[in-house]
């Protein structure tokens, strides 16, 4: 499976960007798929992921509310939209697959595939 990340960019705080994340290579709708984040000097962190059908998501706590996942199967592709950003949002996103749905969906371990990430800075 391969992974191309888009729509990164400078955003002021408050405002809006969507990312997107194009896959190719097996079939998308047997995949979870999820975004991940990653600070300078941080770790990488789940954001959010989706289930195959797109009738199941989860949120990390601190982007529950403004941030929403979703995915179209017939475009292989899954979005994040992110609204009311914080300049603790800044950070590269990524976006990851795998087959299965884990109970441990938040760990970076979880994913068999990853994009190569997209830069968001929100800054004034």
């Known amino acids: 499976v391969q992974l191309q990340a888009s729509g990164g960019g400078l955003v002021q705080p408050g405002g809006s960007l969507r990312l997107s994340c194009a896959a190719s290579g097996r079939t998308f709708s047997n995949y979870v798929m999820a975004w991940f984040r990653q600070a300078p000097g941080k770790e990488r962190e789940f954001v959010a992921v989706i289930n195959w059908s797109g009738g199941s998501t989860r949120y990390a706590g601190s982007v529950k509310g403004r941030f929403t996942i979703s995915r179209d199967n017939a475009r292989n592709t899954v979005y994040l939209e992110m609204n009311s950003l914080k300049p603790e949002d800044t950070a590269v996103y990524y976006c990851?697959?795998?087959?299965?749905?884990?109970?441990?969906?938040?760990?970076?371990?979880?994913?068999?595939?990853w994009g190569q990430g997209t830069l968001v800075t929100v800054s004034s």
């Open positions: 990851a697959v795998d087959p299965l749905w884990r109970s441990t969906y938040y760990y970076v371990s979880a994913y068999s595939y």
